[in-house]
């Protein structure tokens, strides 16, 4: 069963062309939701935590927004140094441990 | 925040040798962990590496195979043992931050002839 979904797989925008990127969880106890970046043959950076519905982070191009079942990532305007894989993880206490549970990625590409 | 460190960034390696990674953190950190990332594909957690305790792994992950080590709060290795082709993967180390996020290292891109 698939506890974080993200959509799209992938993302081809044209500079300045906004957009919002979606992560779907299933999982309950909700600790936290991460963002992370990852370019081609590196480790994901990370951007953004997000505890509760309502809450919004941003940074620069990006805005982070979280409900009670999904979060989105929306690119204002992006430009082509944006493209690279993006990643949300859902931490979650299972009952017994702490989990961090990775979605597959939405891989932006943005050109000229 | 914290900047992770790993050795090596890449390597080939012939069926059945071992290999360890070595990974090192900037700040002293309490939970440590190690990934596996298929190309194309997300993060698997393989096991989490506490200071002064045994690794606690993930199910589909045994010590014999990858057995890890964390002698104090800024080091941490993990061995990929017996490898076979099926091993061929980046390996990812991580530290949690203060809010449960995590911080990784750049990977270590291994091959398995």
């Known amino acids: 069963e698939d506890q974080v979904t993200q959509s799209p797989e992938a993302l081809r925008l044209q500079e300045g062309e906004s957009s919002s990127l979606n992560c779907s969880y299933t999982?309950?106890?909700?600790?936290?939701l991460f963002w992370y970046r990852q370019d081609p043959g590196k480790g994901p950076e990370f951007l953004f935590t997000?505890?509760?519905a309502g809450e919004e982070k941003e940074k620069e191009r990006l805005k982070a927004t979280l409900t009670k079942k999904e979060s989105f990532l929306h690119i204002t305007a992006p430009k082509p140094e944006d493209s690279a894989t993006y990643l949300c993880?859902?931490?979650?206490?299972?009952?017994?441990?702490?989990?961090?549970?990775f979605g597959t990625g939405t891989r932006l590409q943005v050109t000229l | 925040s914290a900047v992770i460190s790993q050795k090596p960034s890449r390597d080939i390696c012939q069926r059945g040798t071992s290999l360890t990674i070595q990974c090192q953190v900037d700040?002293?950190?309490?939970?440590m962990f190690w990934y596996r990332q298929q190309p194309g594909q997300s993060l698997t957690l393989i096991a989490t590496?506490?200071?002064?305790?045994?690794?606690?792994?993930e199910s589909g992950f045994v010590i014999d195979k990858f057995p890890i080590s964390r002698p104090n709060l800024t080091f941490s290795t993990l061995t990929v043992s017996n490898m076979s082709p099926e091993d061929s993967s980046i390996y990812l180390c991580?530290?949690?931050?203060?809010?449960?996020?995590?911080?990784f290292g750049p990977g270590t891109r291994l091959t398995v002839t």
């Open positions: 991580s530290a949690e931050g203060a809010s449960y996020e995590q911080y």
């Open positions: 999982v309950s106890g909700l600790r936290g």
């Open positions: 997000l505890y509760s």
């Open positions: 993880a859902v931490h979650w206490w299972s009952g017994t441990a702490s989990k961090l549970t």
């Open positions: 700040s002293q950190v309490t939970m």
């Open positions: 590496a506490n200071q002064g305790s045994e690794a606690t792994y």
